[in-house]
């Protein structure tokens, strides 16, 4: 094969540039790895949640009642568009797991005779199914399992409906109804303090009274579009049975929380490749532009020779699609690699029975063909210059003119000449300074993009977990019970502090959509659990009228003043109204605060409490654990200390390879522009620096003045990469945003201190590799280049 | 003549380039007395520039020796060759080298800001008669005129030693008289040993001395019995 001359120019313009080239290559594979590795595991987990979903018939509608015929599944299962119905008895009960000291809270839920699930089957992953006629026998969930170090043969103690039960596990199993476990309450999965127990439905049956009878359904539709039918009809059927208001799988807890996990993963796999690919443009169009600058003679003596524009300009198009196809040949298999770590990681973080594992082609021709056009857009920009240029003009050398700019009048006289060479270089070409700076600003942004989340989920736990909730220990109880009797509580061994408190689930219905809430009444004089915002604002619940989150009144464009209409989904189910008269901007949850005694009256239970909150003397705790552990009313217990380090570990646990991502790939984008800003500049201005050698600058001299500029353009880079940060973290916070969690729109000046110390360092050790260069400088070698 | 400058003595020097090995010093002696001015005459590729560049602390020899007032710049590292070229030598080359983002008065004081006793840069401006030009730009001034920013930056620092490498090769006849009047007038005052490299003959008559140099080797030394004035040089 004949290898043309352009090409063999091609080649060797490639080689001599070949250091920045390898930078725009690790650029942009670095996007491309990043695209396809969060890609593919997004994929992976949408493919392995819907196969585990409809390999194991995870159901579309639930709904809790107090108590229902067996007879009643017939009428169900007739409405249209159901295709299967279970009914089953569940309880909530308080469980004594030997060797834990505090209590921990259990979901029991029956099996069908014969272990025939119709919905939501369960995945044995050790010992065996439950058999009929033994009695006591239990399945538990694998993390509960797991973290309370229980096997098949073990047995605990619960209390459920007043009556203390053995529970003798037979085997470890997962169903697709909790992937999260989350418990009554709470708002992350607890998996050692709170378990499912799956028992045979006789046995239930018995334990709770319920013979013939069900207290939960779960339902399976044909298609999405009947699920709002259904649930409308379902509440309407079971309403004289004490029906709680039937929800789909979006407020189904561990779906949600899966969901929220899988779509920040979507966000992720958008925003930050995104990133790399606009760096990997600016990147070569620096470069590009300086190559096309250098090689103006060359340009015109091929057009002259009569080489087309077109031809001309495809050379140098070429030369960008080859770098970038040498990214993305090596971003390829390190994204498919760190695609299949990252899927296995959050499989096992779901404990997903199945993972489907692929890469689509799709996934990576989207990947390849996006950088592609990023840096064919890069390279536009200078292309245009070519293909503009005429032969002649091409051909007579752009003389290297500094014309007097405004700049002049504003050094002062006492600025040596080093100091106005390096500000005269950088408003020479004031675009590409510009685009420099900016490129810069991207990493630093990106550097506190990753560390602001940090501060975002501190601000969370420091609202939620010190300043709101102070309590040791919140107990809810079974059932509402009269005001009087709270100091019942008072008087437990080791309660130094006791404060009474409601909630209640309910369900807010405005501009056709639906959202459930938890609505608390609070006394008046409540230190132990307050409203509180992400500013550390305490709001106090006016004797009438209700606060709501700030993010239900923005969702649901409620405004204060106005009257809010909630269902109450406990006892007689109703829709009541309250006026809205304040808003709290919460981190957590969709919730709406009352006064105590307002709910009470409200609920049409007048001074009643549901649950209250205790502060703890820490030397009797034992004590009362123990006593909780057996008091009959008592349908959960909440740990304050327990649900913080949860919500740390798992937001630890889902951040921790993120940032160790976003820091790395920083320091590259980081790194990639300062080398080639400094590169650029070294071969610019060989001549200039070579002159000053000769005059007698040392070479540390000489190194100041080239990367003094650099260090002017990094330090501008500084406060607009800070602000650019602010303002991707604010859009990330809101792709983020759930009813579940909003990320606080809080950056400590630590972050901005981590990100100016990784950005330097960064910076610097480009600034060495080049300052390398410099010493090597030949200095008769380069005047003569001249000549 | 006064005391001895430089002592130049078999002096070499090989390029190697590649497979091929360029001899473009192949072994050369002499002197320079301080306050002369020597004109290096040669045609292209005589070995000139790089004898200068080796004078001048900008290249070292493959084989000899440099003596510059009793110091051997031969075995001098890099940093005494920088601190040389700082206190002792002023070049002036054939494009000038000024740096385009500084003003002819900035870059005069480029190099009187590392300097123990220079003279103010309008001071060296005045000497080669660029006082009236102090704020313009490199790219606002003509060649000769830039020419002159040049040799008042390499003479603003009182160097010990002037070199030049074919100051008047990229001007016309009118131009490369007023630079080379300038040169004249630093090395009589100033008393600058001066040496100064040209393939032109005519501009031989202006020196004291006339070196003669051919395929790396000095094959002429000639004593001027007068100084040509530079307006009377015609070429």
């Known amino acids: 094969m004949v290898i043309k001359a352009l090409d063999r120019k091609l080649l060797r313009d490639l080689r001599r540039l070949r250091t920045q080239a390898v930078a725009i290559a690790l650029v942009a594979a670095s996007g491309v790895a990043l695209f396809v590795a969060t890609a593919t595991t997004y994929r992976s987990l949408r493919l392995s949640q819907s196969r585990y979903y409809e390999g194991w018939r995870f159901a579309h509608v639930w709904v809790r009642l107090a108590r229902a015929p067996d007879r009643i599944l017939g009428d169900l299962a007739a409405l249209p568009g159901v295709t299967a119905v279970e009914g089953r008895v569940v309880s909530e009960a308080i469980l004594d797991v030997p060797g834990v000291e505090e209590p921990a809270t259990g979901l029991l839920v029956s099996i069908p005779p014969g272990a025939r699930h119709s919905l939501n089957d369960l995945y044995v992953r050790r010992g065996r199914h439950v058999e009929p006629g033994r009695p006591d026998e239990v399945l538990v969930s694998e993390a509960f399992a797991e973290k309370n170090g229980l096997q098949p043969g073990a047995t605990l103690f619960a209390t459920a409906a007043r009556r203390r039960v053995a529970l003798h596990i037979v085997g470890v199993a997962l169903s697709p109804e909790h992937v999260m476990q989350m418990p009554p309450g709470g708002v992350v999965p607890d998996d050692r303090r709170f378990g499912v127990f799956w028992m045979a439905r006789d046995q239930l049956e018995t334990l709770l009274d319920m013979r013939g009878a069900v207290n939960d359904v779960a339902l399976r539709v044909s298609s999405p579009a009947f699920e709002a039918p259904v649930i409308d009809a379902v509440d309407r059927i079971l309403e004289p049975y004490g029906g709680r208001g039937a929800y789909g799988r979006r407020s189904q807890p561990s779906h949600m929380m899966l969901e929220d996990h899988i779509v920040q993963l979507k966000g992720l796999a958008l925003i930050v490749p995104l990133i790399f690919l606009a760096v990997t443009a600016f990147l070569m169009n620096v470069v590009l532009s300086r190559l096309i600058g250098t090689q103006r003679a060359q340009v015109g003596m091929l057009k002259a020779f009569g080489y087309s524009h077109l031809r001309v300009t495809t050379h140098y198009l070429e030369m960008a699609l080859v770098i970038v196809m040498v990214g993305i040949v090596a971003g390829l298999p390190v994204g498919v690699w760190l695609g299949r770590i990252m899927a296995v990681f959050y499989a096992s973080f779901f404990r997903f029975p199945v993972l489907v594992f692929r890469l689509e082609p799709a996934v990576a021709t989207v990947g390849a063909a996006v950088t592609m056009l990023a840096a064919a857009s890069g390279a536009l920009g200078a292309l245009r210059r070519v293909a503009t240029l005429p032969p002649i003009v091409a051909m007579s050398p752009a003389a290297p003119v500094y014309r007097p700019t405004p700049l002049d009048r504003f050094l002062p006289r006492w600025l040596g000449p080093a100091a106005r060479m390096i500000g005269r270089n950088v408003t020479r070409w004031p675009a590409r300074a510009l685009l420099t700076t900016a490129g810069m600003a991207l990493a630093v942004a990106l550097l506190v993009l990753g560390e602001a989340s940090v501060d975002s989920i501190n601000r969370m736990i420091a609202v939620r977990f010190h300043t709101a909730q102070r309590e040791d220990v919140s107990v809810l109880l079974s059932h509402a019970r009269s005001l009087e009797m709270w100091r019942d509580f008072a008087a437990l061994p080791g309660v130094r502090r006791a404060e009474p408190y409601r909630s209640s689930p309910g369900r807010i219905h405005a501009y056709g959509r639906a959202q459930d809430v938890a609505i608390y009444g609070l006394a008046q004089s409540s230190v132990l659990r307050r409203v509180v915002d992400t500013r550390f604002m305490v709001i106090s619940p006016a004797a009438e009228g209700s606060v709501i989150s700030s993010w239900l009144a923005t969702r649901f464009g409620i405004r204060r003043g106005e009257p809010l209409a909630i269902e109450i989904r406990e006892g007689r189910r109703r829709v009541v109204t309250v006026r809205v008269v304040g808003m709290v901007d919460e981190p957590l949850g969709a919730s709406v605060y009352m006064d105590l005694q307002a709910l009470g009256r409200l609920l049409d239970q007048p001074q009643t409490f549901s649950a209250v909150n205790l502060l703890l003397d820490p030397a009797r705790q034992s004590e009362l654990y123990a006593t909780l552990k057996r008091a009959p009313e008592v349908l959960a217990v909440e740990l304050r200390r327990r649900a913080l380090a949860n919500f740390r570990a798992m937001s630890d646990d889902s951040l921790r390879f993120v940032r160790r991502v976003v820091v790395l790939f920083s320091a590259i984008i980081a790194f990639g522009v300062v080398y080639n800003a400094a590169r650029i500049a070294v071969a610019e201005r060989a001549y200039e620096l070579a002159t000053l050698r000769v005059l007698g600058f040392t070479r540390g001299e000489i190194s100041s003045v080239l990367l003094g500029e650099i260090g002017v353009l990094a330090v501008s880079a500084l406060p607009l990469g800070f602000g650019g940060g602010y303002a991707l973290f604010a859009v990330v916070a809101k792709a983020m945003s759930s009813e579940r969690f909003r990320m606080p729109l809080v950056i400590e000046p630590r972050t901005y201190a981590f990100a100016l110390i990784v950005f330097t360092a960064a910076a610097l050790a480009s600034a060495l590799l080049v300052r390398g260069r410099l010493d090597r400088l030949d200095l008769v070698e380069v005047l003569k280049a001249r000549e | ?235």
């Open chain 2, 1 to 235: 003549m006064g005391e001895g400058v430089f002592v130049v003595s078999g002096v070499t020097k090989v390029y190697q380039m590649g497979e091929i090995q360029v001899h473009a010093l192949r072994g050369v002696d002499l002197s320079l007395s301080a306050g002369e001015l020597v004109v290096l005459l040669g045609p292209s590729g005589s070995g000139k520039s790089t004898l200068l560049n080796i004078i001048g602390g900008l290249d070292v020899p493959t084989s000899g020796r440099v003596v510059y007032r009793a110091s051997d710049l031969t075995a001098a590292d890099d940093q005494t060759l920088t601190r040389y070229r700082r206190e002792s030598v002023g070049f002036v080359f054939q494009f000038y080298n000024l740096v385009p983002t500084l003003t002819a008065r900035e870059n005069v004081a480029l190099v009187t800001d590392l300097s123990s006793r220079p003279f103010t840069p309008e001071e060296a401006l005045d000497l080669v008669g660029m006082g009236h030009r102090l704020d313009h730009f490199p790219s606002q001034l003509s060649g000769g005129e830039q020419q002159r920013v040049a040799i008042a930056r390499a003479i603003a620092k009182r160097p010990d030693v002037l070199l030049c490498d074919e100051p008047t090769g990229a001007l016309d006849v009118t131009a490369g008289t007023v630079v080379l009047g300038a040169i004249a007038r630093v090395n009589r005052e100033l008393g600058t040993t001066t040496a100064l490299i040209t393939h032109n003959a005519v501009i031989a008559d202006m020196a004291d001395r006339v070196l003669q140099l051919a395929d790396g080797r000095v094959v002429g030394d000639r004593q001027n019995a007068r100084r040509a004035l530079p307006e009377e040089l015609r070429w």
